[in-house]
């Protein structure tokens, strides 16, 4: 029997798509195109930021070249402080690693986590992305059902897991939908993930857009919280640096190392 390719398992990605059906179509003054994504910056990152990148590239020979596998660790510790600071808790730099961003985060999380006819819970609409990894790596998509106002619920979520189940995740600030998920939420999910021995990935991309004031959630004052949850980021959005893919994924120390082999 012929096998198909990874890349026949899935779709092709909606923003390709959408950018053909522009393709050739002219827009008049009176009927211009308007723009209303917000998840592709169209400006460069601010000028200070343009010339620190700049800086480096002239004067630090080794920016160019392979550099510790887990990334910076200046950034490593950055992010670590910032995260305690902002979630309470406790982050520490060993915790973070620093990725190709975000979307390449998420599919070394899963790579952490599956094998072929697992199966990942994705409250529906998911980020296409995220499917689409699935799809390739031969991991099963449980789709659920979002309640009102688009937020997904735990006690739907456990109705779903399966001995295949290995993990759950959760997009917020979320793409598409807009929503941000409330504290409650995030809480369930952790509770239900730590419960039923599976992961809780938080792809928190857009965690810098987020309208209310204080942290989104508490999950990092856990004391063993990178037994179950793993975070996502990237820089894309927030610095609008999306051609120079920097993200990170914050999890155990262990999820973060290939095992050794031995
Ligand atoms: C939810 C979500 N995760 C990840 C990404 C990709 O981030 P990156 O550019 O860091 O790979 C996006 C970009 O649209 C996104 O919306």
Known sequence: MTQKPRTATTFAPPVMEARRWLEGVIFTKDRPLINVSQAAPVDPPPEPLRRAIAEVALNEPEAHLYGPVLGLPELRAEIAGQWTAAYGGAVRAEQVCITSGCNQAFTAAIDTLCTDGDEVILPIPYYFNHRMWLDM?????????????????????????????KAIVLVSPNNPAGVEYPTETLRAFYDLCKARGIALIVDETYRDFDARSGAPHDLFTEADWDQTLIQ???????????????????????????????
Do not use: N, W
């Open 232 to 262: 996502l980021y990237s820089f894309s959005k927030a610095y609008r640096l999306t051609g120079h893919r920097v993200g990170a994924m914050v999890a155990s120390p262990a999820r973060l190392a290939l095992p050794s082999a031995s």
């Open 137 to 165: 790596s031969g991991v099963t998509t449980v789709c659920l059902p979002t309640r009102a106002g688009l937020i997904p619920d735990a006690e739907d979520a456990a109705a779903l897991i399966t001995a295949r189940t």
